[in-house]
T-cell receptor, first 113, second 107 residues
């Protein structure tokens, strides 16, 4: 089954404790991205990657890091989480950057205390 | 950068037609996408317009006017399961979303 998976689905952590949210897709897609969703603000792009070893900032990259060492994986790293990073996070992939259809993962709910 | 404006809420009865408008300002533009999201679940793709005009997919249709920087999503024959949030998104080298429109369908 074609899908995007994220782990963990739910996470409660404390300020400053490094964490990683994994994202993996099995569709051989070149383009992957991370979004955060907050009430009233829609989905805002954090980082995106157009291919292996190619990443770029989205609209809200501060406090986040990403890497794209393999085509299928695109982890999101919070080196020192803060309460304002409490949010719902989605990973997505598409065939290429101009592809209109993005496939979203199930989401990760993060609470930073 | 890009900004997209859409209404925050729409309420309608089963069987009705709802139109969700979206205006955008972008520095680059490939096309306009529409996504549906139920209660914090994963957004799912509904429709895409790269060219001016109407695209029809079952009960849903989407329209784009590049000259007006405007598009809309038309939901026809509304069903209870259509109660969800709907987002327009402008495709550039990245994807920028509007804040979303919550559609509530009443019996």
């Amino acid at each position: 089954e074609a899908q995007v998976t994220q782990n963990p689905r739910y996470l409660i952590t404390v300020t400053g404790k490094k964490l990683t949210v994994t994202c993996s897709q099995n569709m051989n897609h070149e383009y992957m991205s991370w979004y955060r969703q907050d009430p009233g603000l829609g989905l805002r792009q954090i980082y995106y990657s157009m291919n292996v070893e190619v990443t770029d900032k989205g609209d809200v990259p501060e406090g986040y890091k990403v890497s794209r060492k393999e085509k299928r994986n695109f982890p999101l790293i919070l080196e020192s989480p803060s309460p304002n990073q409490t949010s719902l996070y989605f990973c997505a992939s598409s065939k290429d950057r101009g592809q209109e259809t993005q496939y979203f993962g199930p989401g990760t709910r993060l609470l930073v205390l | 950068g890009q900004s997209l404006e859409q209404p925050s809420e729409v309420t309608a009865v089963e069987g009705a037609i709802v139109q969700i408008n979206c205006t955008y300002q972008t520095s680059g533009f490939y096309g306009l996408s529409w996504y549906q999201q139920h209660d914090g679940g994963a957004p799912t793709f509904l429709s895409y317009n790269a060219l001016d005009g109407l695209e029809e997919t079952g009960r849903f249709s989407s329209f784009l006017s590049r000259s007006d920087s405007y598009g809309y999503l038309l939901l026809q024959e509304l069903q209870m399961k259509d109660s969800a949030s709907y987002f327009c998104a402008a495709n550039d080298y990245k994807l920028s979303f509007g804040a979303g429109t919550t559609v509530t369908v009443r019996a």
